[in-house]
């Protein structure tokens, strides 16, 4: 990274986003960083309360969509890491539109204007599901096909060929890391581990699709921010980093891991229609950015996922704020 490196983080009040700049603003290196976030339901400033009086931290609340903002905020920036997305693969089964309008044409909206400020590197945040699903013991690599399932995955795919084109045909340096499922603290209660943790700390049953027999592969969120970070300082132009801990559990071992920590029953599990295209397993071969950049797993999941439901249990304050703002929105679009 050049020295005092200008960063623009959009979606950094979101779950990843916001461990990314905590990542980076406590690193050696000299930067500035500029969150550029919507604050839809799943942002929230809570996320950056430690940072939000840090110099080198501003906030712009703004949608990644609007060229006018984004061509202003890219004319001040060296590098730009596009972390922004809608997320839940259930909400894009239930409403794909926003997923294509964020995902896709948000992307674009990014990379043009990246292109326009002759921007040093640009990092696109992707995910593992782009690949689909493999079944056996195998792995997806870095050049295995895009096969995605679900609209979130889809608009994923989308915004990485779009990035991918950006570089091929105009020689905007990017680079695009595609992660494992995430885990740790902050992360919005409608995902697996954190939606079980608070169901079955209040002795509500945990929702487990069709036979629980999914499998995922399962990074601490500080990992996946160092495996970002090292793309950002030594990522080549034009290259796709997998980025994975070979953590692979079923949601049901996931389930009753959760269980047992907080000595609750598995008579709280309640099998539930299987999602709609649901993915079976997810794998990946992370050994290019160990290989070329030096970057590799550190938290053990059992130990991780113990201090993640810790958090949860000591930070009531938090998840009743996200169950606030979430009424508040409801009631927002209710009355709109
Ligand atoms: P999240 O839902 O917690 O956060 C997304 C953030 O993006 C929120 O702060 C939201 O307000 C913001 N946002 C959404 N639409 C926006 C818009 N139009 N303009 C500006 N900001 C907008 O998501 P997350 O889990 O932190 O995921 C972040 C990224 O990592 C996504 O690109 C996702 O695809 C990718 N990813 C996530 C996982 C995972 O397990 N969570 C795994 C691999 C990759």
Known sequence: MASNSRILITGGS????????????????????TNLDLLTYAGN??????????????????????????GRLMADADICVNVAAQTHVDRSISGPGEFIRTNVLGTQVLLEAARNNRIQKFVHISTDEVYGSIEGTQKFTETSPLDPSSPYSSSKAAADLIALSYWKTYGLPVCITRCTNNYGPNQ?????IPLFILNASNDQPVPVYGDGLNVR????????????????????????????????????????????????????????????????????????????????????????????????????????????????????????
């Not at 461990?19 to 050696?28: C, D, K, M, N």
């Not at 132009?237 to 920590?261: C, D, M, W």
């Not at 907080?262 to 079976?280: A, C, M, N, S």
């Not at 958090?311 to 009355?335: F, I, L, M, P, T």
Request: charged share 25%; proline share 4%; glycine share 8%.
């Open 14 to 33: 979101g779950f990843i986003g916001s461990w990314l700049i905590r990542h980076l603003l406590s690193a050696q290196t000299p930067v500035e960083i």
């Open 45 to 70: 400033p809570e996320n950056l309360k430690d940072v939000q009086h840090d110099p080198r931290y501003r906030f712009v609340q703004g949608d990644i969509c609007d060229e006018a903002l984004v």
């Open 188 to 192: 919005y209660p409608e995902k697996l």
């Open 217 to 336: 592969d399962w990074i601490h969120v500080k990992d996946h921010s160092a495996g970002v970070s090292a793309v950002i300082e030594h990522g080549q132009p034009g290259q796709v980093y997998n980025i994975g801990s070979g953590n692979e559990y079923n949601n049901l071992e996931i389930t009753r891991l959760i269980l047992k920590t907080l000595g609750k029953p598995e008579q709280l599990i309640r099998f539930v229609t299987d999602r709609l295209g649901h993915d079976r397993r997810y794998a990946l071969d992370a050994t290019k950015i160990t290989r070329e950049l030096g970057w590799s797993n550190t938290i053990a999941f059992e130990q991780g996922l113990m201090e993640t439901i810790e958090w949860y249990q000591k930070n009531a304050e938090w998840v009743d704020g996200v169950r606030q703002r979430e009424q508040h929105q409801v009631a927002a679009s209710v009355s709109a």
